[in-house]
């Protein structure tokens, strides 16, 4: 046996050890950070299920499988975890959009595919979608006061709108408050009756909106009429890429907790099934089983621990390609 095949078994034993502190274990910081991700999983799957007002510490606690105490160490109450999820979840969207925006030249341009982006968004996470534009509302004078500075963030873009203005006369500064005032009352509508329709379909009328009081009427039917632009999953427009998209013919969704799971991987090469469900905030075992098998059938994660003697636990390791998708899919 060579040198090399004894570092990789040796990572692999010590990787595969029970994700706790203490001697041999993993340090208490990343048993915290890896709490932590379980206890924002839990919340987002409550608020889902009841909604902020009926979100209770001892369902997220159920869920997640931690202590009171281990929630408390961490978060102040349950509207300081709400606020986590929700920074995390607007932090990522919001880095989305501005990357999209900034790829373009012109003002126009730019606010079409930073809307793109954040509907496509929408859409692919309908549960965050949701806890950021309905729930968000009823969830503490913290997260308003944050949801605020977010709003006020995308407004300054959208006033950048009046030193290109060819409506005949400058739109005061208010307008573009206004604009993603209505913006945001056309989404909470549309996700609290949510039917069969994509957000994305909405992309030509809340352009139309957003256009008209800087380009004018011209401008504003123009967009009406355009097709919805469709983006890669790196947010950019369609078109020659440096190398391949790793997303690319991906048959899978790429849900908040298939990403979790990458990023557990990836943290914790050798990961039983039980370690990866810890670790993601999946209690149900039946669901991590089958969510491994589809990630190994797409040859996103192998399983190295398979072929051992009987009653071993299996020991997943991200492919080449997977570690490509988690990195294209880690929080920016």
Not at 91 to 119: F, P, Q, T, V
Not at 130 to 145: P, Q, W
Not at 277 to 294: C, M, P, Y
């Given at each position: 046996?060579?040198?090399?095949?004894?570092?990789?078994?040796?990572h692999?034993?010590?990787?595969?050890?029970?994700?706790?502190?203490?001697?041999?274990?993993?340090?208490?910081?990343?048993?915290?950070?890896?709490?932590?991700?379980?206890m924002?999983a839990?919340?987002?799957?409550?608020?889902?299920?009841?909604?902020?007002?009926?979100?209770?510490?001892?369902?997220v606690?159920?869920?997640?499988?931690?202590?009171?105490?281990?929630?408390?160490?961490?978060?102040?109450?349950?509207?300081?975890?709400?606020?986590?999820?929700?920074?995390?979840?607007?932090?990522?969207?919001?880095?989305?959009?501005?990357?999209?925006?900034?790829?373009?030249?012109s003002?126009c341009?730019?606010?079409?595919?930073?809307?793109?982006?954040?509907?496509?968004?929408?859409?692919?996470?309908?549960?965050?979608?949701?806890?950021?534009?309905?729930?968000?509302?009823?969830a503490?004078?913290?997260?308003?006061?944050?949801?605020?500075?977010?709003?006020?963030?995308?407004?300054?873009?959208?006033?950048?709108?009046?030193f290109?203005?060819?409506?005949?006369?400058?739109?005061?500064?208010v307008?573009a408050?206004?604009?993603?005032?209505?913006?945001s009352?056309?989404?909470?509508?549309?996700?609290?009756?949510?039917g069969?329709?994509?957000?994305?379909?909405?992309?030509?009328?809340?352009?139309?909106?957003?256009?008209?009081p800087?380009?004018g009427?011209?401008?504003?039917?123009r967009?009406?009429?355009?097709?919805?632009l469709?983006?890669?999953?790196?947010?950019?427009?369609?078109?020659?890429?440096?190398?391949?998209?790793?997303?690319?013919?991906?048959?899978?969704?790429?849900?908040?907790?298939?990403?979790?799971v990458?990023?557990?991987?990836?943290?914790?090469?050798?990961?039983?099934?039980?370690?990866?469900?810890?670790?993601?905030?999946?209690?149900?075992?039946?669901?991590?089983?089958?969510?491994?098998?589809r990630?190994?059938?797409?040859q996103?994660?192998?399983?190295?621990?398979?072929?051992?003697?009987?009653?071993?636990?299996?020991?997943?390791?991200?492919?080449?390609?997977?570690?490509?998708?988690?990195?294209a899919?880690?929080?920016?």
């Amino acid at each position: 046996m060579t040198s090399e095949q004894m570092n990789v078994i040796s990572h692999t034993n010590s990787a595969t050890r029970r994700l706790r502190p203490g001697p041999g274990g993993l340090p208490r910081g990343q048993v915290t950070e890896i709490q932590r991700g379980r206890m924002l999983a839990a919340a987002i799957e409550t608020v889902e299920e009841v909604g902020y007002a009926r979100m209770t510490v001892a369902q997220v606690i159920s869920r997640a499988r931690v202590s009171r105490k281990t929630f408390y160490d961490v978060f102040a109450d349950r509207e300081d975890c709400f606020l986590c999820a929700y920074k995390e979840a607007v932090g990522r969207a919001a880095a989305l959009a501005r990357e999209a925006y900034e790829r373009e030249s012109s003002w126009c341009e730019g606010i079409r595919a930073a809307l793109a982006r954040l509907l496509a968004v929408m859409d692919e996470q309908p549960s965050l979608a949701k806890l950021c534009v309905v729930e968000a509302l009823g969830a503490g004078d913290r997260v308003l006061e944050h949801r605020g500075r977010t709003l006020d963030e995308f407004a300054r873009v959208i006033d950048r709108g009046r030193f290109v203005s060819s409506a005949g006369g400058e739109p005061p500064e208010v307008t573009a408050q206004g604009i993603v005032g209505a913006v945001s009352a056309v989404l909470h509508a549309r996700l609290l009756d949510r039917g069969t329709e994509s957000l994305t379909d909405l992309q030509g009328p809340l352009m139309s909106m957003i256009v008209l009081p800087y380009l004018g009427a011209g401008a504003a039917s123009r967009e009406l009429r355009r097709a919805p632009l469709q983006l890669r999953h790196d947010g950019g427009p369609p078109g020659p890429a440096a190398q391949r998209d790793p997303l690319e013919g991906l048959d899978m969704r790429l849900t908040y907790r298939t990403v979790r799971v990458l990023s557990v991987i990836s943290g914790h090469p050798g990961a039983s099934n039980r370690e990866v469900a810890e670790g993601s905030g999946i209690v149900d075992q039946g669901q991590i089983s089958k969510l491994l098998g589809r990630l190994a059938r797409l040859q996103l994660i192998e399983n190295a621990g398979e072929g051992h003697e009987r009653g071993a636990s299996n020991a997943w390791h991200l492919t080449s390609r997977g570690a490509q998708v988690e990195r294209a899919t880690r929080p920016r």
